[in-house]
């Protein structure tokens, strides 16, 4: 027996010593601890495309413009610029103090660096469409012509001029987003395509990258040549990459975490009553929508069927009891919040759910379908918990109010985006679309016909005409008026059935200090700071 | 002994090919592809990269050139994550998923050979039937249900063992993640050597030394855990491949980045360069450490012989 | 015939065998009749009684879950399910297995070197990737998840059965018939069969645990069977979410998972005591 003891022995020992280990305190730094949900595909930043790597690429990054903590477009890198009257030429002066992360400025050649890289068919940038307005933006890309024809110009080190081949209104915006960040052109003569990893990677930005384990973490460290640097109150900023979001919660209850990007729907309930003034829900700048194939029976050419399916379901049940994180039912296909926009409705918006369902028994009827020919369709969705229910639901509501047999095919994400994009089994699938800008133009455009991501196959010569007209406005109100109009046609015919606006949902830490919602969820990590009396976790 | 070994490593190699094949063929069966995404590419963009990473070139094309880059050691760039290649990945995800699996398995053997012989040793008693009804719970109640709630317990609620990985410095992060994934298999091994271990007891070289006085400790250290153990032994290879699936589970839900994760994640993004990486690496170091298996249980016990 | 009533008679003297053959029998007895006898259906949503707790009224013996869908039908749905899957996977690894295994076993020399070589390599490969990679690859179907499982079981079941069929190739009444020219297949069938079945149920037994906590772990990853039909790993790994909340979504099937598989373990146990002493003659 005194083997057996003496290896038990040990083995307490070992998990004595091994809990010992927890709750080392480190140096005196602030260190704030954010969850991040998948790696970043690339640091490059004409390389990225997901939000994740955005995520990143603002705190070691910084643009021309940025946004302050609550969605306010301000000067970034560059202090000042001014637009031409016919809104095709814009000119930026680049604060004379800005800097990257070994000491060399940052110029506006940096910046036209960047831009051309984007538009560089050898870059394979996902984001070039971003730029797409610069005047030979698209010869580019296609390969007629080269980077250098691309509509920047570097005047001197601190003047650059944009020139758009139409006026974009929303144009500032764009250029928030990280794949127009100014690239070091040593740094890529130097090291190529490894310029972007740790150690290599210049940053402009309020921070540096030290390191960076895939799969686990990344880790930031304040950038002392930042320009701003002083207004930076955090030292450290470790983004944790954590794909489950039970497992965030559990961190974040286990003081491990400041900051989550999500919050598990099934414990929802659950943290809004326990942890009320922690969870932090905003709108969002996007739409959950179930699309249709335009391009097959049953949906095609049978607008009457689309609106029916469309009226059945009770948004408000679908947000209060099914995902119920505070979403906003929706009846327009622009969220709310869109700067300069108010979204049309559909004109069943304001019937009560009663009378939509019996308006929708008799539009089924009218398409010619009831007890004796029963429609029966496929809903296609991906593996999720949430998109399971929300179909669940919604075949639910189908069944009891128009009788239809709905078919659930749950089917793996990258398979579900195959079969949209080939749209030969599709009938109703499962989509959403998040907004790249603050503009109702990110939402509308891709309905338009000749648009790659228009799933459903949309096509409305007046929409696409209204549309058009749209981007040759030049005065806001006028514009204003044409997309609000393409919009309410694009309601009427029933392409998508938009189910609700996404929110951002965070649980955010009493200590952290400087938090703002916003409807792009941008937060920037040189905006926050941490409570004195609790600055070490 | 050591022809042997070499002719065994030998004998693996076109079985080690046709892995690759069929890892390589059922990757690219998958619909979809790495860069697929709702926002989809404008057709430039999508012949750019395809060309970049040899995409458009025909399937057995691709097989053939992948081939020739392995057989230099070069694995490829990962298609997912762009600044990383895929020998770098497998390089930092490896070390810990073997730090997590080896102590896992250690800590199966200690506790399973020790319970199992415990058990066996009072044999009937309440002791025994004690040992057994926490193995078989250890059997019957997957990872995913016991890791979250002992994180929920020990980690969100008690706070004595952190609750993720990353972040967190020292053993104690090992701590959770190593107790989920041995618990099944402390378990089976319980339940092994206490089989083994009773028929060892009651065997004639046992009795013998029983009559000729040694006491209970002394028979067990000296006469019946070798023998005893030998089942246990010959469970290893599924043990290890035990291990390995259970480490996919644990690894999602504490977040380690180890390779189990890696791959999960590989084939749902459609990183086939990566995922191929890991089959290709498991598979290799799998049949070396059967190997090893194999040979320490013929050192153990000289009476096998190989033909 | 004989054979048959005496390993009856034994089987029924173990105590522990009749005793988890019986409760597995009653469980399955229950997951038929009960969804039979409750008003309710397996899919049917309820958002005004959504995660209530056990005791209601109207038959919710298990409560609801998070769709106001009944528990006790749907975890008698999972029983079914898992069990069909568990047996109907087991059975493809005993085909595969047992005409691999005597095949090799009977053939023997090179050809047995080969098959058995090929056995150990496959052995030894990371099968739980290639699980994954083929539900990947070919989308989530019923059939597909008994082939993935039964292809991880049937490397044991073939060593086993070539062990059996090697020792009793010997056997004389083996012997008798080769030298009257009775043809391979037919002593393979006829003559060695049967006395693989002792061994055969055994390992079923003990490989039908193994292919349920498979299909678990499938169904934690999402890649198992899908909804709305539900297995109880399906159900156990929506209940983990449901933990703090709702713990009866994640006690009950739990607890019938736990005692189907201990169960079977036990009857395994039994079956390979009773089996045993039948050959220690």
């Known amino acids: ?537 | 002994m050591l022809r042997y070994a070499l002719l065994r490593l030998l004998g693996a190699i076109p079985t080690l090919l046709l892995v690759i094949v069929l890892a390589f063929l059922m990757v690219h069966a998958a619909p979809g592809g790495p860069f697929d995404d709702e926002r989809v590419l404008p057709p430039e963009t999508r012949a750019a990269l395809e060309a970049a990473y040899d995409l458009d070139e025909p399937l057995h094309q691709q097989l053939l050139g992948y081939l020739s880059r392995l057989v230099r050691g070069d694995m490829g760039p990962s298609y997912r994550y762009r600044d990383h290649t895929v020998s770098e990945l497998i390089g930092n995800a490896f070390p810990v998923s073997l730090k997590l699996g080896a102590m896992a398995m250690l800590l199966a053997i200690v506790i399973g050979v020790a319970a199992g012989s415990l058990a066996a040793l009072r044999r009937n008693t309440l002791v025994d039937r004690a040992v057994m009804v926490l193995a078989m719970t250890g059997i019957s109640i997957p990872v995913f249900v016991i890791a979250p709630v002992l994180v929920l317990f020990l980690a969100v609620n008690l706070n004595w063992l952190p609750a993720g990985w990353s972040g967190n410095e020292g053993a104690a992060r090992f701590v959770l993640p190593v107790v989920a994934l041995a618990l099944p298999q402390i378990a089976y091994i319980a339940r092994l050597t206490r089989a083994s271990m009773i028929d060892v007891l009651a065997s004639d070289f046992v009795r013998t030394a029983r009559a000729q006085g040694l006491g209970t400790s002394a028979i067990v250290r000296y006469h019946a855990l070798k023998p005893a153990m030998l089942p246990v032994l010959s469970y290893m290879g599924p043990a290890i491949a035990a291990i390995l699936t259970g480490s996919v589970v644990v690894e999602e839900i504490f977040g380690i980045p180890g390779l189990g994760q890696f791959f999960v994640r590989g084939a749902l993004n459609r990183d086939y360069t990566l995922v191929l990486g890991i089959v290709i690496f498991y598979a290799t170091l799998v049949v070396l450490l059967n190997l090893v298996v194999d040979l320490l249980y013929s050192a153990i016990d000289p009476r096998i012989r190989r033909r | 015939m004989r054979m048959l009533a005496d390993t009856l008679r034994r089987m029924s003297k173990s105590r522990s065998l009749m005793f988890s053959a019986g409760i597995l029998v009653s469980i399955v007895i229950v997951a038929i009749v009960g969804p039979m006898l409750s008003p309710h259906d397996y899919q049917q949503t309820d958002f005004d009684n959504l995660l209530h707790a056990p005791g209601r009224a109207h038959m919710q013996f298990f409560g609801t879950d998070d769709l106001g869908r009944d528990l006790f039908v749907r975890s008698m749905l999972g029983v079914q399910v898992t069990i069909v899957v568990a047996i109907v996977a087991s059975i493809v690894s005993l085909v595969i297995g047992v005409a691999y295994g005597a095949i090799a076993g009977y053939v023997g020399g090179r050809v047995d070197a080969v098959m058995m070589r090929f056995v150990d390599t496959l052995y030894a490969l990371p099968f739980i990737f290639f699980v994954i990679l083929l539900m990947v690859a070919f989308e989530r179907n019923f059939l597909l998840i008994f082939v993935a499982i039964g292809a991880i079981n049937w490397l044991d079941m073939a060593r086993i059965v070539r062990g059996q069929t090697l020792s009793l190739r010997e056997r004389e009444f083996v012997d008798a018939a080769r030298l009257t020219g009775v043809s391979a297949a037919r002593i393979i069938f006829r003559h060695i069969a049967p006395n693989l079945v002792g061994v055969v149920i055994v390992y079923v037994t003990l490989t039908i645990p193994q292919a349920i906590l498979v299909e678990s772990f499938l169904s934690f990853l999402g890649l198992g069977i899908q909804e709305p039909q539900t297995s109880l790993g399906a159900l156990v790994d929506a209940g983990v979410n449901q933990m703090e909340g709702a713990s009866w979504m994640l006690l009950i099937p739990a607890a019938l998972l736990a005692v189907i598989l201990l169960c079977f373990n036990f009857l395994g146990d039994a079956m390979r005591d009773v089996f045993d002493a039948k050959d220690a003659r």
């Open chain 1, 1 to 537: 027996m005194k083997s057996i003891r003496s290896t038990s022995l040990a083995l307490i020992c070992f998990l004595v010593a091994a809990c010992g280990g927890a709750g080392d305190s480190g140096p005196v730094a602030s260190v704030l601890h954010r969850a991040l949900s998948s790696d970043p595909e690339s640091l490059d930043p004409q390389k990225i495309r997901s939000v994740q790597a955005g995520e990143i690429l603002r705190d070691i990054g910084e643009g021309l413009v940025g946004y302050t903590a609550t969605g306010e477009l301000i000067p970034a890198a560059a202090e000042s610029w001014t637009v031409s009257d016919d809104g095709l030429s814009y000119t930026f002066t680049i604060r004379s103090d800005a800097r990257w992360s070994n000491g060399d400025t940052v110029t506006a050649e940096h910046f036209a660096f960047g831009l051309r890289r984007l538009v560089d068919p050898a870059t394979a940038a996902f984001n070039a469409f971003l730029v797409a307005d610069i005047v030979n933006a698209g010869a580019i890309t296609s390969g007629e012509a080269g980077p250098e024809a691309l509509g920047v110009e570097a005047v001197d080190d601190r003047t650059l001029i944009i020139t758009l081949a139409q006026p974009t209104p929303y144009f500032l915006n764009l250029l928030t987003y990280p794949s127009t960040f100014p690239v070091h052109p040593d740094a890529v003569a130097e090291h190529g395509e490894a310029f972007a990893r740790a150690g290599n990677l210049l940053s402009n930005g309020a921070y540096k990258l030290d390191g960076w384990e895939p799969g686990s973490v990344l880790d930031l460290s304040r950038n002392e040549q930042y320009w701003n640097n002083a207004a930076t109150a955090i030292d450290e900023v470790r983004h944790h990459v954590l794909t489950q979001e039970m497992t965030q919660l559990n961190r974040y209850r286990a003081g491990e975490l400041h900051i989550t990007s999500s919050v598990p729907p099934d414990s929802f309930q659950q943290v809004r009553e326990e942890m009320s003034d922690e969870l932090h829900i905003a709108p969002q700048l996007g739409v959950y929508y179930y699309g249709f194939n335009l391009t097959k029976p049953p949906f095609k050419d049978n607008p009457a069927l689309r609106e029916a399916l469309s009226m059945a379901i009770d948004r408000d049940v679908l947000v209060t009891r099914i995902t119920g994180r505070g979403e906003e039912p929706a009846y327009s296909w622009v969220p709310p919040g869109v700067d300069n926009y108010e979204p049309r409705r559909f004109n069943y918006a304001e019937e009560d759910q009663g009378e939509r369902n019996a308006h929708a028994r008799r539009l089924l009827q009218e398409a010619g379908y009831g007890p004796d020919n029963p429609l029966q369709i496929e809903l296609r969705y991906n593996t999720s918990d949430t998109e399971q229910r929300i179909a669940l639901a919604v075949q639910s509501m189908w069944n009891e109010v128009l009788g239809v047999e709905t078919t659930l095919i749950n089917e793996e994400f990258q398979v579900l985006l195959a079969n949209m994009r080939q749209q030969e089994v599709t009938q109703v699938f499962r989509s959403s679309w998040i907004g790249d800008y603050n503009d109702a133009h990110t939402f509308l455009s891709i309905m338009e016909s000749d648009n790659a991501s228009n799933m459903p196959g949309y096509s409305n010569e007046e929409f696409d005409s209204l549309m058009q007209s749209a981007d040759e406005q030049t005065g806001a109100k006028p514009r204003r008026l044409y997309l609000e109009e393409a919009e309410r046609i694009l309601l009427a015919d029933h392409p998508v059935i938009p189910l609700y606006f996404y929110v951002s949902k965070h649980l955010v830490s009493p200590d952290v200090v400087g938090w703002g919602d916003n409807v792009l969820d941008y937060h920037y990590s040189q905006h926050l700071s941490l409570a004195p009396n609790d600055a070490t976790p």
